[in-house]
């Protein structure tokens, strides 16, 4: 396998530059909801892109957005760059400069990073290589080696750096609970014996790091499936001895009209059914991705702004509840980058809102929302969001 190239030395080096310029993360600072959230025992980050340097993206290097992250995250995770198609050119490469750089931000702004995938575990977010590649005579131990070595080669390049990796990412299909499979899964002998492996190398090279399974199973109506699925893969986990420390709940939050209260109590009884399921099996709860599609709501920015807000403090008053949640990460912290206005957008035309500042860098009422959550929220007690041992 191919070590660092030039390339990835000016873009590391560029890194750290800008890493050097991170603006230095105010510890407690008074309205921060990383210090806010310290005090109930749980961290507040979000996720932040690779950019070229001063770019307008959800950047580190983007001083704007840098700001935000400064003001209130305390742990970040990598959008994109270190997920199979960002770190692996071909089967026999890496290309580490990008999630580097992300690393060596969070190092000189002493921010926790999680390490977001270790595989996403379906065919159209493998590298394209990856669904053509010949597994010849052997293909069990060729699939069991590729596996392995990326795992091994990830993990063991960021050691103890990274404290919490999603293992594996939406390997539950929500039409009806399956298990994807790839072309890598059937060399191996089926998704369970492909995701086991993920857990058991992840946990033989790094005894030290918590181990997520993450995946967007909600609680709108329609979920049912998907959390069932979710359900189904956590209990074989556990009958299989799979070290698996935590469910990534993603918390991709989507709106179903203007009355929140009303739309609240209908869903958190079969949220809470979920989610006492989970813990009664021993796992811990990361909410990974929080953000809100606002659906089926008016286009006036400023009452869309407050329907979102009480979406979002209902189902944080449900989630955070329970005393395994240790984290909480929304995917993306400003208006202006978020992945949804280009994946759904608005039927009006109307800009999404789905985060908790605006295109401006402004908070937004969602902000006060989540602030309000995490002060009504139980203390953690230590050993019920930490790691735990199979
Ligand atoms: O970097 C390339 C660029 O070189 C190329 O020119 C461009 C056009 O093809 O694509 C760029 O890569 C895109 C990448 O985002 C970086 O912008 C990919 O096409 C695009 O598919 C990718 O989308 C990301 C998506 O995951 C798929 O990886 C979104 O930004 C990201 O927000 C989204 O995040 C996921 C989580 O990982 C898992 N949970 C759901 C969440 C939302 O879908």
Redesign the pocket.
């Given at each position: 396998m191919q070590g660092p190239t030039r390339r990835d030395s000016l873009i590391l080096g560029a890194g750290l530059m800008l890493a050097g310029a991170a603006p230095a993360r105010v510890p407690g600072a008074q309205d921060s909801l990383d210090a806010l959230a310290r005090t109930r025992g749980m961290r507040f980050g979000s996720?932040v892109?690779w950019g070229p340097p001063r770019s307008d993206t959800g950047s580190f290097a983007n001083p704007n957005y840098a700001a935000l992250i400064a003001r209130d995250c305390g742990v970040i995770v990598a959008?994109?760059e270190m997920?199979w198609?960002?770190l692996r050119p071909s089967p026999t490469t890496f290309d580490f400069a990008r999630f580097d750089a992300i690393v060596a931000y969070a190092a000189a702004a002493r921010l926790a990073v999680r390490g977001?995938?270790l595989i996403?575990h379906q065919p159209k977010?493998m590298p394209h290589w990856a669904e053509s590649h010949d597994y010849g005579a052997t293909p069990k131990r060729e699939a069991a080696r590729l596996l392995g070595d990326h795992i091994r080669t990830v993990v063991r390049r960021y050691g103890t750096r990274i404290a919490d990796y999603d293992v594996v990412?939406?390997a539950v299909n929500p039409a009806d609970g399956t298990l994807y499979e790839t072309t890598l899964s059937r060399a191996l002998g089926g998704a369970e014996p492909t995701l086991d492996l993920a857990f058991r190398t992840a946990r033989a090279e790094a005894p030290h790091a918590r181990l997520v399974y993450?995946d967007?199973m909600s609680w709108e109506p329609g979920n049912e499936r998907h959390r069932a699925g979710v359900l189904r893969l956590l209990h074989g986990f556990r009958a299989r001895g799979v070290p698996v420390d935590a469910l990534g709940v993603?918390s991709?939050l989507i709106t179903i009209g203007a009355d929140a209260r009303a739309s609240v109590s209908r869903m958190q009884g079969d949220w809470r059914r979920f989610l006492d399921e989970v813990v009664a099996m021993g796992f811990g709860l990361v909410v990974t991705?929080l953000d809100v599609r606002d659906n089926a709501l008016p286009a006036d920015p400023v009452a869309r702004d407050r329907i979102v807000a009480d979406y979002t403090r209902g189902y944080l008053d449900v989630t955070l509840g329970y005393q395994q949640v240790s984290d909480i990460l929304v995917?993306?912290m400003s208006d202006r980058y978020s992945?949804i206005e280009g994946?759904e957008p608005r039927a009006d035309g109307a800009r999404r809102r789905p985060t908790l500042y605006d295109t401006a860098f402004a908070p937004k009422p969602m902000r006060a929302a989540v602030a309000d959550a995490i002060r009504a929220a139980p203390a953690r007690t230590p050993q019920r969001s930490e790691r735990r041992e199979i």
């Open positions: 996720a892109a959008e994109n997920k198609q960002a977001h995938n996403w977010w990412n939406e993450n967007y993603q991709h991705e995917w993306g992945w994946f």
